[in-house]
């Protein structure tokens, strides 16, 4: 993990989140939430340059597309989530049926995809439905189909934002 930026303020990442937009979803009404719940258990935020080791190895919780766009598979073999890299391999295997069950969510990866990467937001810690396993160094709090994307496209290093300590109890 190299830092790139050491002292990032929330609203700096709140600008990434609502810059990440595609067109029908607003990750930043989920994501927002899941960062001030985060706020108060942080010291700071800094953005780091993730190598594909680490990338491979981040959590993703359960992901079943956006059932509101009728998406209808679950990403992975269990429910529980996945790692990037797993997800990436299962996306792989399965991209056609994929892509016909949830349309929605394929069309994100599809558009992040293409387009410049952005950061994601880690936690050390789980907050929300953001569950991070014991054996996980990482879990994704915002940009799971950037993530995805990531991998797809077999890049090499992806941003994120990470932070830079923590305080009191975990959220939950």
């Known amino acids: 993990?190299?830092?790139?930026?050491?002292?990032?303020?929330?609203?700096?990442?709140?600008?990434?989140?609502?810059?990440?937009?595609?067109?029908?979803?607003?990750?930043?009404?989920?994501?927002?939430?899941?960062?001030?719940?985060?706020?108060?258990?942080?010291?700071?935020?800094?953005?780091?340059?993730?190598?594909?080791?680490?990338?491979?190895?981040?959590?993703?919780?359960?992901?079943?597309?956006?059932p509101c766009h009728g998406d209808t598979m679950a990403l992975g073999e269990s429910w529980q989530g996945c790692t990037v890299g797993d997800g990436v391999s299962w996306l792989t295997r399965h991209a056609a049926r994929y892509a016909l069950a949830n349309p929605s969510c394929w069309q994100r990866i599809a558009a992040a995809r293409a387009a410049q990467p952005s950061a994601i937001v880690l936690a050390p810690f789980s907050v929300g439905d953001r569950l991070k396993p014991d054996d996980a160094a990482w879990v994704?709090?915002?940009?799971?189909?950037?993530?995805?994307?990531?991998g797809l496209e077999g890049r090499s290093v992806l941003q994120a934002f990470v932070p830079t300590g923590t305080s009191g109890s975990r959220t939950s």
């Open 1 to 66: 993990m190299r830092i790139i930026l050491p002292d990032v303020s929330r609203l700096d990442i709140i600008a990434t989140i609502r810059e990440a937009r595609f067109p029908g979803h607003d990750p930043a009404r989920w994501a927002i939430p899941l960062i001030d719940a985060m706020q108060d258990h942080v010291c700071g935020w800094q953005l780091v340059e993730l190598d594909a080791t680490t990338v491979d190895a981040l959590w993703l919780a359960p992901h079943a597309g956006e």
């Open 140 to 150: 994704v709090v915002d940009g799971l189909h950037r993530a995805l994307a990531w």
